[in-house]
């Protein structure tokens, strides 16, 4: 049996490129065209940091779900109960501080 087309999925078909614009497209690859001014300029430390402008004593609005391996669950659990803490708070006491001495040190800010 012979394969037959049918005339109306010939016509479905998209154009080929044309193979002078294929040649100049594998030409230009590998070059970078854009040029310098038109990248994205760095992004900028703002001044005063948006954490800086809140509550810091504020109620808590929002949780984070941490998946924690089992010895990372046991450490924290030794931890919490060894401070009569639940393991929430014990993350929350160590957490916030390292997070305060890491953003200090990104900024450049040594009085923290």
């Given at each position: 049996m012979k394969f037959k087309s049918k005339p109306e999925a010939l016509r479905a078909l998209p154009d080929l490129p044309d193979p002078a614009d294929v040649a100049r497209f594998a030409a230009g690859a590998g070059t970078r065209t854009v040029e310098p001014a038109a990248l994205p300029e760095m992004t900028?430390?703002?001044s005063v940091p948006p954490w800086e402008k809140l509550d810091k004593d504020a109620k808590p609005l929002s949780g984070l779900n941490l998946r924690l391996n089992a010895y990372?669950?046991?450490l924290l659990k030794f931890l919490a109960e060894s401070d009569d803490r639940s393991i929430q708070q014990t993350i929350k006491r160590l957490l916030i501080p390292a997070a305060e001495?890491?953003?200090?040190?990104?900024r450049g800010d040594s009085s923290s």
């Open positions: 900028v430390v703002p990372e669950h046991e001495s890491a953003a200090a040190a990104i």
